[in-house]
């Protein structure tokens, strides 16, 4: 017997309410066993309703039965505390705030095992075998534990919601259909389940696949990542030989000019001694000359005298000295300004290549993003805005810049010097120091008579006043043309009239990536006046030109200016 006893699961002879070992068990009618104690103080809180009932299957009696001690059970549970047998854990059923708890425990409560959704309730393992045992609750829909249960209930006839209107798509009941919903599209709910159980399927391959398709883009993009870092360690790696080369080589003509400049000083300093060292011998042999016919001038003996003057008094030839010229002398000043000169030769071809350089390095585009769209408020613009200053070897004579170069304004006065081969000879032009690509956006207020703000190709023509020289009239530039009151767009010499509102202030956007560049009149809010679209093959400048005050009846310009305006 205690060896049996040790093999029975104490929860078997635990009461459902107390969750204890049965104590003075008692029996009800229906064939559950409860503590003498714990249901009683159950029956006493139904007094009130006079109907009482069994707390796991729910049946009720009338009267309260009188319920005596059910004393082979009890026999059962002496012997049993015998074996050591012991109550379950209850730590683990006991229900805590994030559980379901169950409907029918009294006193502290159990974790819900299952929920029903006819009776609306939920019950922990013990209380939810009657609806496996009995043939009541055989077709009950029991799901997992749920405390949404009375969100099944009518809140207008307090009845189980077990039809769905698919006119006003939503749970309804059996009333309800009869009564507002009269005439609706009504279905059962579990028809209407299983409509769009069929439609979730569907959805769920859908995602499923959308999934697989992102995870592939996933890998795509890993391995493109793996390729541009790849690509770009190799390009640092090659750029990084290439520069070395080009220090060793500019460190290799630099070791040259020296090795010569010294070859040809020792050579210099050479003839320079071997001449000095001529004229000290020659200086000797003078001062030994000079001695001989001093001593000799004293001689009494005139006979003497006579025999040794002729070969005392010739004399060696002497050293060539016309080399020597006693004037400042250069040296070796010439060969600094020749490697300047190729300093500065280098440094123009570095700035001007640094450009392509930097343009084939952005022009690395892995994806086409949606973006690059233009931006649609100014304070979108804003986030491309440039630092932009004004080249003064671009500038016409006549335009006075200041402003940290970002200030272009008209004068009589000439002022620079006019032989710079990047300074326009004749059209009142200036250009940007900066070259654009990427995303660009800048603004220009004017002052005075408006002129033309324009983008150009670095290599338009500088010199006359032919078309390939004029901002918008060549196929290197695209101007817009600002009047005081009206617009004008520029391009290969075509004219095309723009309207809109005519403000001191222009902003240009340029992608040059997208080909795009925009013009809008800028006041308290920003107006499209132009939009173009094409191909940009090269870097582009910041074009400015003021009115042509060369002529004379248009002396009253003078004074008109342009501005880069500061927008960061």
Known sequence: MAQQGAQLDGAKFCCSICLDLLKDPVTTPCGHSYCMSCINNVWDGEDENEIYSCPLC????????????????????????????QAAPADLCYAGPDNVVCDVCTGRKLKAFKSCLQCLASYCENHLQPHYESPTFKKHKLVDPSEKLQENICSRHDEVMKMFCRTDQQSICSICSVDEHKGHDTVSAAAERTERQRELEVSRLNIQQRIQDREKDVKLLQQEVKAISRSADKAVEDSEKIFTE????????????KQQIRSQQETEVSGVKELQEKLQQEISELKRKDAELKKLSHTEDHNQFL???????????????????????????????AVSELRDKLQDILRDKWTNIS??????????????????????????????TLDPNTAHTLLLLSDGNRKATTTSRQQSDSSHPDRPTNWFHVLSRESLTGHCYWEVEWRGVRGCVAVTYKNISRAGRSNECKFGSNDKSWALNCDTNSYNFWFNSVSTPVSGPVSSRVGVYLDHRAGILSFYSVSETMTLLHRVQTTFTQPLYVGVCLKDISNPFLKWILGSSAELCKLK
């Open 307 to 337: 025999h040794n003057y002729p070969s005392a008094s010739q004399l060696s030839e002497p050293t060539d000295s016309s080399s020597i010229n006693i004037r400042p002398l250069r040296y070796f000043e010439d060969v600094a300004a």
């Open 58 to 85: 729910r049946e009720t009696f009338t009267p309260r039965p009188v319920l005596m001690k059910n004393t082979m059970l009890a026999d059962l549970m002496e012997e049993l505390k015998k074996t050591g047998l």
């Open 359 to 388: 343009l084939t390095v952005t022009e690395v585009d892995v994806l086409l993003s949606d973006s690059k769209t233009e931006p649609k408020t100014r304070a979108g613009f804003l986030k491309y805005a440039c630092e932009i």
């Open 246 to 257: 080009l220090i060793h080589l500019i460190q290799k003509r630099n070791s040259d000019v």
